[in-house]
């Protein structure tokens, strides 16, 4: 075994997936399981082995289907490459009689961490089909040939190879200490850990379960038109399983209120117009949730009570899913915020606050805000919170001017998300103001504290705005 790979000689191979590959036939490390390329096994196995796992693979590596001639007999379709495949190892120190438990977790975790910023983003989601799809590949099988002679995969089983090409080793590896500790309680000397690692992988996995199993029109629907609010009722159902799970909150009368206390801190929505949206919002989930109970169908998918916005409850709820998901990874300390700071909420490398809390603010409501501490400034220095909340506001106007104003007419997915810009005469007043009191900060001291708090891309954002320009001239 290789020095590079020599830590690995407490793990034994468990598992392959003939449909993932990792990208420059790289490895993934979540603690106690390792995903590695087949290609690679003399880095990662005794010498000894490779032989006879060589042999193994390109046996059940060979795709089959049943002839056409004769149905007892088959041919050969595609043979599968080695550096297409990914094998799994599993730690020495988890006992044998969860192998199949954490292998199963670790599977659902791999799939949400290298899809997490697609979904965050609603972008293209790989099929959970290639993930679910594994092979047996431990040396007690397959030192005994008569296991595996007479396999093969077949034709009708074979799934698209899943190239993962870009996947954060920090989460990776916060994910893998939660694996550690769920399968390895006796390392841990907290239990309120283990149990809410619990509940983290948990509500991943009511996740997945349902967002990645839809119907496929085959001719790219042509003549069919399977669009996401087929699946609206399902999708309520279970993302409101994942939340009540990773809160810990028990159905009852109380669980939007129990749902809005445990989700509002995670925001830091502090003032009235952005908390009443956010409080509509969850009632407006928890209500269609009722209605789909009830077996109510039809129901209008759309989240209108922000005057900005169109925008689908669940990917809205789906944006908020992930963020607490990243949230409670750092509050849990398996996850480092890109910055430490009591008043605003926790940013990350992938993940950023400012682009849901868009949903709740809306633009003019933002200005207002800002221009109070734009007097306030005047007044004396602003304290500490409300030097990071400016920046926070600051830079949610950029985002939001940057990811939606620029493209009105955008709409992630299928329509899922529109935009509706406020008339610039209700934005002229206080952004005018705002504009002519920055400027003069700058002329007269251009390091002052309060500048420093501003994003960089405020102020021509806003001229930007205010001027209606449609394309970004920064």
Not at 83 to 88: A, G, I, L, P, S
Not at 111 to 119: E, G, I, T
Not at 218 to 230: A, C, D, P, R, V
Not at 304 to 320: A, C, D, H, M, T
Request: aromatic share 14%; net charge negative.
């Amino acid at each position: 075994m290789s020095a590079q790979h020599a830590g690995f000689r407490n793990f034994h191979i468990y598992a392959f997936l003939p449909f993932i590959q990792l990208a420059q036939e790289s490895m993934i490390q979540m603690g106690p399981i390792v995903f590695w390329p087949a290609s690679k096994m003399q880095e990662f196995l005794p010498e000894e082995s490779i032989p006879l796992l060589t042999e193994y693979l390109k046996k059940v590596g060979q795709v089959k289907a049943h002839s056409c001639v004769k149905n007892d007999q088959f041919i050969d379709t595609v043979m599968l490459d080695p550096k297409q495949m990914m094998c799994v190892s599993i730690s020495n120190e988890i006992p044998e009689d969860v192998h199949e438990f954490i292998l199963i977790d670790a599977m659902y975790l791999l799939y949400f961490a290298c899809s997490f910023r697609n979904l965050y983003y609603n972008h293209h989601i790989h099929s959970f089909n290639s993930f679910r799809k594994l092979v047996p590949a431990s040396m007690d099988f397959i030192n005994n040939k008569g296991n595996w002679e007479s396999l093969h995969i077949k034709e009708v089983d074979r799934e698209e190879i899943i190239c993962l090409t870009l996947i954060d080793p920090e989460i990776c590896k916060g994910l893998g200490r939660a694996l550690e500790t769920m399968y390895l309680p006796s390392n841990v000397d907290d239990p309120e850990f283990s149990q809410a690692y619990k509940r983290i992988v948990r509500a991943i996995r009511y996740l997945i379960d349902r967002f990645f199993l839809r119907f496929v029109n085959l001719f790219q629907n042509k003549g069919l038109h399977l669009t996401e609010e087929l699946y609206e009722p399902e999708n309520v159902i279970f993302l409101s399983s994942s939340f009540e799970t990773l809160f810990n909150i028990e159905e009852s009368q109380e669980t939007a209120a129990d749902f809005k206390n445990k989700l509002r801190p995670l925001l830091h929505l502090k003032y009235s117009r952005p908390v009443e949206i956010f409080w509509k919002w969850v009632d407006e989930f928890y209500l269609l949730k009722r209605k789909i109970m009830r077996g109510e169908t039809f129901l209008d998918p759309m989240f209108r009570l922000n005057p900005n916005f169109e925008v689908s409850q669940v990917l809205l709820g789906i944006k908020l899913f992930v963020y607490s998901i990243y949230y409670y990874l750092f509050k849990y300390q398996l996850l480092q915020s890109t910055h430490v700071d009591p008043y605003t909420p926790p940013d990350f490398k992938w993940i950023h606050p400012e682009e849901i809390l868009l949903f709740f603010w809306t633009e003019k409501s933002v200005l207002e805000k800002v221009s109070l501490f734009v007097k306030e400034n005047e007044q004396g220095p602003l304290t500490d919170e409300a030097l990071s909340e400016m920046n926070l506001l600051t830079t949610l106007f950029v985002s939001l001017y940057d990811r939606y104003y620029l493209s009105s007419h955008m709409k992630a997915g299928e329509g899922l998300i529109l935009f509706l810009p406020t008339p610039v005469a209700e934005l002229n007043g206080e952004g005018q103001y705002i504009l002519q009191k920055i400027r003069e900060f700058n002329m007269k001291d251009p390091q002052c504290q309060f500048l420093k708090y501003v994003h960089p891309y405020f102020l021509s954002a806003l001229e930007d705005r205010l001027l209606e320009k449609r394309i970004a001239t920064r």
